[in-house]
């Protein structure tokens, strides 16, 4: 079965940094593009980072200002975002995402996602 | 920045047709992608490349393009389809960026 996990989540301070991680499953890790996406609480989902197979491409959101680094380990089938700086408006679910290369990069198995709270 | 619009609702009888329409200016040029989701649950891909749907969803789940709005439509809506919608497009310009529209509550009453 086709599967991705996140962990990492929790409750951090304003200013303080995190680690999410996401681990892959059930399909050859090291050949697909990854993703990380969010939902604020009773908001729509907002990409925040593409990383390529190879990790040759990296991409961000703009709106991150260079506080977040998206990265992996093939080897352990294992997507991670570090999060600095992080703000009240960070709060939000954190979805790892499988990029379909052969449907045009449509983002289409998703995990379970895991919470971020940023508050004092 | 790039935007796409959504309704924030929509309602429907059972059996009856929705309609979700999803706007943005580079949607002539770029494709777009639709997910359903669930209370809790993560996003599930229903529509990729504007037209073509995964094996495993159901064919009442149909999308459309017309210019500057993609729509998704559900035929034959069931108490089941009650859920969130969101589109997805990229923008034009020479940044990788993923937009997702607002979102839509479809409500089946």
């Known amino acids: 079965e086709v599967q991705l996990v996140e962990s990492g989540g929790g409750l951090v301070k304003p200013g303080g940094s995190l680690r999410l991680s996401c681990a892959a499953s059930?399909?050859?890790?090291?050949?697909?593009?990854m993703n990380w996406a969010r939902q604020a609480p009773g908001k729509g989902l907002e990409w925040v980072s593409t990383l390529s197979r190879g990790s040759t491409y990296i991409y961000y959101a703009g709106s991150l200002e260079g506080r977040f680094t998206i990265s992996r380990d093939n080897a352990k089938r294992t997507l991670y975002l570090r999060m600095d700086s992080l703000r009240a408006e960070d709060t939000a679910v954190y979805y790892c995402?499988?990029?379909?290369?052969?449907?045009?990069?449509?983002?289409?198995?998703w995990g379970p996602g895991t919470k971020v709270t940023v508050s004092s | 920045s790039y935007e796409l619009t959504q309704p924030p609702s929509v309602s429907v009888s059972p059996g009856q047709t929705a309609r979700i329409p999803c706007s943005g200016d580079a949607l002539p040029d770029q494709y777009a992608y639709w997910y359903q989701q669930k209370p809790g649950q993560a996003p599930v891909l229903l529509i990729y490349k504007d037209t073509e749907r995964p094996s495993e969803i159901p064919e009442r789940f149909s999308g459309s393009t017309s210019g500057t709005i993609v729509t998704l439509t559900i035929s034959g809506v069931q108490a089941e389809d009650e859920a969130d919608y969101h589109c997805q497009s990229a923008d034009n310009s020479d940044t990788y960026n993923w937009v997702f529209g607002g979102g839509t509550k479809l409500t089946v009453l």
């Open positions: 995402v499988r990029s379909a290369w052969n449907w045009n990069d449509a983002f289409d198995v």
């Open positions: 059930g399909f050859d890790f090291s050949n697909y593009t």
